[in-house]
């Protein structure tokens, strides 16, 4: 059973945290009772498919997105402006690092990799692209990716003077982010440059630029994929893709468990692992789940969003309404540049939730806290109007 001690460790501590405002302040947001709801959802559902001890933990495990969510959504207007500004700050100390640090890559690659102890895959340039300290290429594209919100969300949201530093922190950002060779990323990077509401005169010249610049990008892309993505490519679209295989046993399972799902902790989550009558039953094999006698983790974890549907079934429209209510709410400090950043990132999040387990990782837990300090007040209570 394997746990990432300091994660769970330090997520307790955001949740006491948490409860502390709750009891400083004396109150809570309606828009709190959605994710308990969700929770005693997929506790009743581990009671009825009599799952127990370990699916309970797979729910604290999944609980921490909305930890990290509230406790930055707890604070007052100008408190979460300031924490996005110091976010802001140490996510350009962490950049320059990274920037240092693609140098040691670039001249010591094959010393960095066994220091690191990383595999090498089929991508990039000759198989050299970018991972950092963060040991991968797409967490190191995410983290780029949260600067890209943060610098945003600094400069034009909160109305800061753009430097030629920060234009250059910026250009960076992004080429660290190519260089990572991270197909998804990548993309939406380049989406979330392309139409952010950057100031213009004319709305009909602003289209008109997007539309030239988005076939032009698309069109790099297109060869960026090509030329340094055909191996991995040619996998991925193949029948044999493991994704397409977990993908295929999802429907398959939700199918005969329909409409409640498996219960949590039984299908592509760290306590499947243990909990694995559901895997025994189908025949998944450890091509999906890994060799314990290597100790080598498989791919299972690597279409969440398919996987976490057939855990909790029809639950997962309850998870959707979360987010929808995020996407609709209005931003901490109302503009147009807040607005579509907090949007995107919710568009961000659910896309990339195809692949990775956003509620459990490192990068989910940063994304929610972002979330949550970019959020104006959700009141259930009261009809949301569109931001």
Known sequence: MAFDIYN???????????????????RISTFFFVPITIILYM??????????????????MYSQFFFYFFYFFSFLQEEKAKIITDLKLVADKVLVFVILLAFVELFLSDFFREFMALKHFDRGIGRFYLVSFFGSGPSLANFTAIYLFLWHYYYYGLENKITRKAKALLVMSVIICILSFSRKEVFLTFLFLIFFPYPGRSKIYLWIRRAITFSTVLLGLFVYYQVFFSTAN???????????????????????????????????????????????????????????????RGPIYDAFLFTFTTEIGIGILLFVCFFYLIYRCK?????????????????????????????????????????GAMCGNINLLRSTKNA
Do not use: C
Not at 258 to 265: A, E, N, Q, R
Not at 340 to 368: C, D, E, H, Q
């Open 43 to 60: 506790a009743f559902l581990s009671l009825v498919k009599n799952n127990y001890f370990l699916s309970y933990v797979q729910i604290l």
């Open 331 to 371: 931003p901490n400090i109302p503009n147009a540049f807040n607005t579509y950043i907090k949007r995107y990132i919710v568009f961000y999040v659910l896309l990339i939730s195809f692949f990775t387990p956003v509620l459990v990782n490192s990068f989910g837990f940063m994304v929610a806290g972002l979330l």
């Open 234 to 296: 040619k996998v991925a679209l193949s029948s044999k893709y493991v994704r397409w295989k977990i993908v295929d046993y999802s429907y398959t399972i939700l199918s005969d468990n329909f409409p409640f799902g498996t219960g949590v902790g039984t299908f592509g989550s760290k306590m499947s692992l243990e909990l694995d009558h559901i895997y025994r039953k189908y025949n998944v094999g450890p091509e999906m789940l890994g060799y314990k006698s290597t100790g080598r």
């Open 8 to 26: 769970e460790l330090l997520s307790l501590f955001v949740l006491l945290l948490f409860l502390l405002r709750i009891v400083k302040r004396n």
